[in-house]
């Protein structure tokens, strides 16, 4: 079984300050690590992925995640956040078990604000 | 590439009436479509798996009457409400794998439909 948790369903940052989203994993097999975000009323745009390469990842509009396996997490950052970062960001993950590795499980969703 | 798009984005409907959204993979061929829906404010919530000339494949406590499921095409599935009430009132989001894609679960997404039932 897989799980997510988000801590944060909320998190408010200063334009320019750092942004990071907290996300822990629960997997029984070696995971495949997502974050997404969504705007309001759009579908879901994958920012990055972690596939069991590098544990580093760098992603779109300048997020990258580190996949810390000791720690179950990856977790989201930002540098320097500019105000069209304000959205719902989900981080999921899938696995091999069954057979597919497409089954998401996401978490619950953490709400960007940035404030000029 | 890799674009899935969802029809139609907004549909207002009267209670029992029924509702039909498309899925469709615009660019590629998928092998798995799923669908999830999304309460204000939540998380997605996986309804089914569907996989292209087979059954779909329902999660617990989806009803399968009252969400038909179709998967006709390696690049169209839909998605009907029956009977539509407005506790169905709902975000509803396809995704799809992309066939013979690097199998690492990356999931495409369309851009959602939203269901008010009057």
């Given at each position: 079984a897989q799980s997510v948790t988000q801590l944060g369903s909320h998190v408010s940052v200063s334009e320019g300050a750092l942004v990071l989203l907290r996300c822990n994993y629960s997997s029984s097999v070696p995971p495949y690590l997502f974050w997404y975000v969504q705007y309001p009323n759009q579908g879901l745009q994958l920012l990055l992925k972690y596939t069991?390469?590098?544990?580093l990842v760098k992603g779109i509009n300048g997020f990258e995640a580190e996949f810390k396996k000791s720690e179950t997490s990856f977790h989201l950052t930002k540098p320097s956040a500019h105000m069209s970062d304000a959205a719902e960001y989900f981080c999921a993950v899938s696995g091999?078990?069954?057979?597919?590795?497409?089954?998401l499980t996401f978490g619950k969703g953490t709400l960007l604000t940035v404030n000029p | 590439g890799a674009v899935v798009s969802q029809h139609p984005s907004w549909v207002i409907c009267k209670s029992g009436t029924s509702v039909k959204i498309e899925c469709r993979s615009l660019d590629f061929q998928a092998t798995t479509m799923f669908w999830y829906r999304q309460f204000p404010k939540q998380s997605l919530m996986l309804m089914a798996t569907s996989n292209e000339g087979s059954k779909a494949t329902y999660e617990q406590g989806v009803e399968k009457d009252k969400f038909l499921i179709n998967h006709a095409s390696l690049t169209l599935s839909t998605l009907t409400v029956t009977s539509a009430h407005p506790e169905d009132s709902s975000f509803y989001i396809c995704s799809a794998s992309r066939a013979g894609g690097t199998d690492t679960g990356e999931l495409f997404f369309g851009e959602g439909s939203r269901l008010t039932v009057l």
């Open positions: 069991s390469a590098a544990t091999s078990s069954g057979g597919s590795n497409y089954k | -």
